[in-house]
């Protein structure tokens, strides 16, 4: 109930992506800043190697905001830079790689866990909602 009127209560009010990452400075935990149908809106500062993961039925986008992201997959690897947006298909094995710090935005469904069926060290399941 309590997570219902919080979502009530944003409604309708303008989210500052860089106010909100003012708000944290530790990497690979997402925070969620909005929600709509059934999917998450959530912020992510980024650094160092992730785990190679997949996600067996969601897709994820990632969006980046500042810095730049090597999107690692099996066959290749993308190279993200600020302003440019990659979906990760649901059942594709990708490792998100950040020689800097980057902020991402991501969208996927709720629920959606960070290191997919590889749970770890990394994995976030309950995420602060900010
Ligand atoms: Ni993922």
Redesign the pocket.
């Known amino acids: 109930m309590l997570k219902e009127n919080k979502q009530i209560f944003k409604i309708m009010q303008k989210v500052n992506l860089n106010e909100k990452l003012t708000l944290f400075s530790d990497h690979w935990n997402p925070r969620i800043v909005g929600e709509l149908n059934g999917q998450h809106v959530k912020l992510a500062k980024l650094k160092g190697e ?1 785990v190679w ?3 067996d039925s969601e897709d ?1 986008l990632f969006y980046i905001l500042k810095g730049e992201l090597r999107m690692e997959f099996r066959d290749k690897t993308v190279v993200l830079k600020e302003g440019e947006f990659l979906i ?1 298909p649901r059942g594709v094995e ?1 490792r ?1 790689v950040a020689e800097e710090e980057v902020s991402i935005m991501l969208f996927e469904p709720a629920g ?1 866990v ?3 069926g590889e749970k770890g060290e990394l994995t976030k399941t309950e995420l602060e909602q900010i």
């Open positions: 992730f993961h997949k996600h994820e990760v990708h998100p959606t960070n290191t997919g």
